[in-house]
């Protein structure tokens, strides 16, 4: 039997699941949330669910993946299999690896944009036009069908490049070094900020406490939406990259690294983006894709040093992006290599291939394509990777599995707290998307 890849470091694999946690979420959603939902009064259901994700579907996953070591299909098929249920378990674990797939194809979409913004900065592109309206109409432009095909494919094609290198010397490598420049830069943003006059009232309006706010079930709605979407819990990216670690990983320790980071990245670009807009009377109420490419360049574009801050942004957001894209192609790759006996580089080429035609056909419909998968797959996906390990594989199973690797064993109420709290939770993330028409 072939020797599986696997990280070469701790902080490799920790990097690489901040990484593919990481991602536009972060930032051009979580800054949004925070100003339309009460600052610190969304922070604080925000940082409960967080603390309730990371130990329970964060440890599950990376758990069931090194406890498999193998993709969902294999995984779930392993776990089914204890109940004489082998197939019916292969079939269900196909739902997460073709969530991720379709997930993937989606942000080669949005990557595509990001590059060409990146570059943009360099030559001037990205700053040419005049006011918001032209911001827009270059935006629109961009992202109408058949707008950004060239971009599109040399982002999708840096990805696959770097996946081809494999585990370690390809993800690891990669995440080694875009995470901690992703976190620098961001750094040196929050700094360039703060020293603007009026940032002092975005720090007031992120940290406030809103009685009617924390009232509102709203708030918690939302908070509990980014959480869960935040942390990449959806039975594919986590578990495939838990599938390459070695039995001395403490993996209880990993997951609640990655979630500090993750949290921190977000309040890192809250701490950018807010006081920013703040400095210009701006209130920020448009999250997605219109404040990252349309308000924040008209934004940045008036600033002191404006083209030096934009280039620091969209690097930054470029990294972020990448990381993502390399977690969310990993699991179908890792799946073609299982399933067709391929060797790492013609399973990157043919799910590459399949991603460059798919996401260019998709480009004008992108932002439905994802809403679908972030408002039904991912929950799906992850409540099924609950039900599998927590429920299918039982107590005794799942308790060794995470107290692999520890001095200690891991905490008693982890196991009841997983199976009757943190599985429903994923079935009412999936209903109340459906409900709000996503979270």
Same mark, same amino acid.
């Given at each position: ?15 690489? *699941? ?23 009064? /969304?922070?604080? @259901? ?5 603390? !309730?994700?990371? *130990?329970?579907?964060?440890? %599950? ?33 196909? +739902? ?38 032209? /911001?827009?109409?270059?935006?629109? $432009? ?23 290198? %494999?585990?370690? #010397? ?5 995440? #080694? ?8 830069? /961001? ?23 809103? @009685?009617?706010? !924390? ?83 008209? !934004?940045?574009?008036?600033? @002191?040093?404006?083209? +030096? ?38 399973? *990157? ?25 972030? +408002?039904?797959?991912? @929950? ?5 990777? %609950?039900?599998?390990? /927590?429920?299918? *594989? ?38 109340? $998307? +459906?409900?709000? $028409?996503?979270?």
């Amino acid at each position: 039997m072939k020797k599986r890849e696997s990280f070469s470091s701790r902080w490799g694999f920790i990097l690489s *699941c901040i990484g593919s946690a990481v991602g536009m979420g972060n930032i051009w959603m979580f800054s949004t949330r925070v100003s339309l939902y009460g600052g610190g009064s /969304f922070l604080i @259901p925000y940082f409960i669910f967080v603390v !309730l994700i990371a *130990c329970t579907g964060v440890i %599950g996953e990376m758990s069931f993946g090194r406890a498999t070591r193998s993709g969902p299909i294999d995984a779930f098929g392993q776990a089914a299999a204890m109940r004489n249920k082998k197939n019916v378990g292969r079939a269900l674990g196909l +739902i997460p690896v073709l969530g991720s797939l379709a997930m993937a194809i989606g942000y080669t979409v949005v990557m595509g944009w990001i590059l060409k913004y990146a570059v943009g900065t360099f030559t001037g592109a990205t700053l040419a036009p005049t006011d918001v309206e032209g /911001f827009g109409a270059a935006f629109g $432009g961009m992202a109408s069908a058949f707008g950004n095909n060239a971009w599109q494919i040399t982002a999708l094609v840096l990805c696959v490049l770097i996946m081809m290198f %494999g585990i370690g #010397k390809g993800i690891e490598k990669a995440n #080694k070094v875009m995470m901690p420049v992703f976190f620098c830069l /961001f750094v040196i943003l929050a700094v360039y900020v703060a020293l603007q006059p009026g940032a002092a009232d975005g720090y007031r309006y992120i940290f406030r406490i809103d @009685p009617a706010a !924390l009232c509102n079930p709203k708030t918690w709605i939302f908070a509990l939406g980014q959480a869960f979407f935040s942390l990449s819990v959806a039975g594919n990216g986590t578990l495939i990259y838990g599938s390459y670690l070695p039995d001395k990983e403490n993996i209880p320790a990993s997951a609640f690294r990655v979630a500090f980071f993750d949290t921190l990245a977000a309040i890192l670009a809250a701490l950018v983006i807010i006081p920013a807009m703040a400095t210009t009377g701006a209130q920020l109420d448009q999250g997605g894709p219109g404040l990252l490419f349309i308000f924040l360049p008209n !934004l940045i574009k008036g600033m @002191p040093g404006g083209r +030096i801050i934009a280039i620091i942004f969209f690097v930054a957001v470029l990294f972020a992006g990448m990381t993502s894209l390399l977690n969310l192609y990993e699991a179908p790759i890792a799946t073609v290599q299982e399933k067709f006996n391929l060797s790492r580089v013609p399973a *990157c080429a043919v799910v590459g291939g399949f991603g460059v035609v798919v996401s260019i056909l998709i480009q004008g419909i992108v932002s439905g394509w994802m809403d679908i998968l972030s +408002i039904y797959i991912c @929950p799906l996906g992850a409540g099924l990777a %609950g039900i599998m390990f /927590f429920w299918v *594989c039982g107590k005794d199973y799942v308790e060794k599995q995470v107290n692999t690797g520890r001095e200690t064993p891991f905490a008693g109420w982890f196991y009841p707290l997983c199976k009757y709290l943190y599985v429903p939770v994923c079935f009412i993330v999936l209903i109340l $998307g +459906i409900v709000f $028409g996503g979270i």
